[in-house]
């Protein structure tokens, strides 16, 4: 089963809500509604309601098509996947990864990368950004600065960041269910808590 794609609806009651077509969801394609974006209309846009809301309040009923996407979250993403994920990236694109760009020779880079005392900076986080599809909206709180990696890409999320000039933290909204349930990606349509800059 693809964990994203589009799907045309069908068999949906009128009183189905959001979390019961996530449910289904979840059945058709392993995605735990949590885990799961979904969007409709063309382009598509966000669909964005509490779990009870009814779909056809959301202008959803059987026939429409929806995109499902998977929402990557950083509690589901292992480090070492990331490494990889990094170095994989500098090694197939040497025209951008030289060593002027990245300040030494790309086989000592990639060593230091893979360096589980490692994480790197700016490059890392561009190189993130791209693949996992989210805008990563960087608060440096020594010199007071932002910077946005991923900004005009059209990616529907939005993951904050402190960097504090050694490290850099993760800034979450608190789950319900303890600290594993804390949510660090937002809809870039959420306004009340993302704020376009």
Same mark, same amino acid.
């Given at each position: ?6 799907? =045309? ?19 058709? !394609? @392993? ?7 979904? +969007?409709?209309? $063309?382009?598509? =846009? ?11 309040? +959301? ?7 929806? !995109?499902?996407?998977?929402?990557? !979250? ?6 070492? !996947?990331?490494?990889?994920?990094? #170095?994989?990236? *500098? ?5 951008? $990864? ?13 060593? %230091? ?5 490692? %994480?790197? @900076? ?40 402190? $960097?504090?000039?050694?490290? $850099?933290?993760? *800034? ?13 990606? /937002?809809?870039?349509?959420? /306004?009340? #808590?993302?704020?376009?800059?």
């Amino acid at each position: 089963n693809s964990s994203q794609g589009s799907i =045309k609806l069908s068999g949906l009651a009128p009183d189905t809500t959001l979390l019961q077509l996530k449910q289904r969801l979840l059945q058709e !394609t @392993g995605l735990t509604p949590d885990n799961q974006t979904l +969007l409709s209309g $063309y382009p598509p =846009k966000l669909i964005v309601g509490d779990n009870s809301e009814l779909l056809t309040k +959301l202008g959803i009923t059987s026939g429409s098509v929806v !995109t499902l996407k998977e929402e990557v !979250t950083l509690a589901s993403t292992k480090p070492s !996947t990331a490494t990889f994920v990094r #170095k994989d990236k *500098i090694l197939s694109d040497p025209s951008v $990864y030289n060593p002027t760009f990245l300040g030494r020779a790309v086989d000592e880079y990639c060593a %230091w990368i893979m360096d589980d005392k490692s %994480w790197g @900076g700016e490059i890392e986080l561009s190189i993130l950004s791209a693949h996992f599809g989210v805008e990563m909206l960087v608060f440096d709180v020594v010199s007071m600065s932002r910077l946005c990696y991923g900004e005009d890409q059209g990616f529907t999320q939005r993951l904050f960041l402190l $960097y504090d000039g050694i490290h $850099y933290d993760a *800034i979450a909204e608190t789950g319900h269910r303890g600290p594993h349930s804390d949510k660090t990606l /937002f809809s870039i349509n959420d /306004f009340v #808590k993302v704020g376009r800059p």
